[in-house]
């Protein structure tokens, strides 16, 4: 498990810790290791179904550890095509990759450049966990 410092360039992230990583007209939404970190480690994780959609900052899933619960709040509205079926045996790779293996899902943007504006990037992000320690 990390310790929660990992914050990575070229993705977009929300006030709510969950991360996004735009590739053409996809996006692919986890948690940050800050989060991950946060949380300890991770007992359970839930996520809507492919075929949902979503508006942004709508609750989409449930991720539990034994210290605490946490929603997750989607970041950018869309369809949801692909979500991470690995997790649902193995929660714990959400705290060894939250970035790579521990994805939570993939959704189909509807606003994509208008949801991006409202997310922070890699020094923004930082500057905000700092202001919460």
């Given at each position: 498990m990390s310790d929660g410092s990992d914050i990575r360039d070229g993705l977009y992230y929300s006030m709510d810790h969950e991360w996004s990583k735009v590739d053409g007209d996809i996006v692919t939404v986890g948690?940050?290791?800050y989060a991950q970190n946060s949380l300890h480690e991770?007992?359970?994780v839930e996520i809507k179904e492919a075929g949902?959609?979503?508006g942004a900052n709508e609750e989409c899933g449930l991720v539990e550890s034994m210290k605490a619960s946490s929603d997750i709040i989607n970041p950018v509205a869309g369809e949801i095509i692909e979500v991470n079926g690995e997790l649902?045996?193995?929660p714990e790779i959400v705290n060894e990759s939250p970035y790579d293996r521990g994805w939570m899902y993939k959704i189909k943007p509807s606003n994509l450049d208008g949801d991006l504006g409202t997310l922070?990037?890699?020094a923004a992000y930082k500057e905000?966990?700092?202001s919460l320690e």
């Open positions: 948690i940050t290791d991770i007992t359970y949902v959609t979503l649902e045996d193995a922070m990037d890699a905000y966990i700092a």
